[in-house]
């Protein structure tokens, strides 16, 4: 499966203390340009071995390669990355703020209830994962067969 997952508010906390996050080496920490949130690399070696294809999709203006610096700085590698323009370019005229299927994603991992509810409207496939959910990582494997 190609799966992708949202950063804020799902793997990057949106303020200081919203979640945990991984303790990464420090000649690693300025690669990095935002701290992950806890059980990300555990989740992404699982997933990985499993052989899925793992991708960031973000309605944010992050630059594609500073993203995948970020996870390169914590041992991840990512099969691909959606940031705002490249999601604007693709989806063209469709209204949602998401477009998974415009990617050929199969399922999305993100925290916005608004997210989950364009989902049911345009037929893609969403598992919420609430912030405050210490045991989220699980709740991903568990959704995918
Ligand atoms: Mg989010």
């Given at each position: 499966?190609?799966?992708?997952?949202?950063?804020?508010?799902?793997?990057?906390?949106?303020?200081?203390?919203?979640?945990?996050?991984e303790r990464i080496a420090w000649p690693m920490r300025a690669f990095a340009a935002d701290p992950l949130r806890i059980g990300t690399t555990p989740l992404f070696r699982l997933l990985?071995?499993?052989?899925?294809?793992?991708?960031?999709?973000?309605?944010?203006?992050?630059?594609?390669?500073?993203?995948?610096?970020?996870?390169?700085?914590?041992?991840?590698?990512?099969?691909g990355v959606i940031n705002a323009d490249l999601h604007a370019q693709a989806s063209g005229a469709r209204v949602a703020s998401k477009y998974p299927s415009a990617f050929g994603i199969d399922l999305l991992i993100?925290?916005?209830?608004?997210v989950e509810m364009e989902?049911?409207?345009?037929?893609?496939?969403?598992?919420?994962?609430?912030?405050?959910?210490a045991g989220w990582s699980r709740k991903v494997v568990d959704a995918i067969p």
């Amino acid at each position: 499966m190609r799966i992708a997952f949202d950063l804020d508010g799902t793997l990057v906390p949106m303020f200081a203390g919203q979640f945990p996050v991984e303790r990464i080496a420090w000649p690693m920490r300025a690669f990095a340009a935002d701290p992950l949130r806890i059980g990300t690399t555990p989740l992404f070696r699982l997933l990985k071995a499993r052989k899925h294809e793992i991708w960031v999709y973000t309605s944010s203006l992050r630059k594609p390669f500073a993203i995948r610096r970020t996870f390169l700085a914590h041992g991840l590698r990512l099969d691909g990355v959606i940031n705002a323009d490249l999601h604007a370019q693709a989806s063209g005229a469709r209204v949602a703020s998401k477009y998974p299927s415009a990617f050929g994603i199969d399922l999305l991992i993100d925290d916005a209830p608004g997210v989950e509810m364009e989902g049911r409207q345009h037929g893609f496939a969403v598992l919420r994962i609430d912030p405050d959910d210490a045991g989220w990582s699980r709740k991903v494997v568990d959704a995918i067969p």
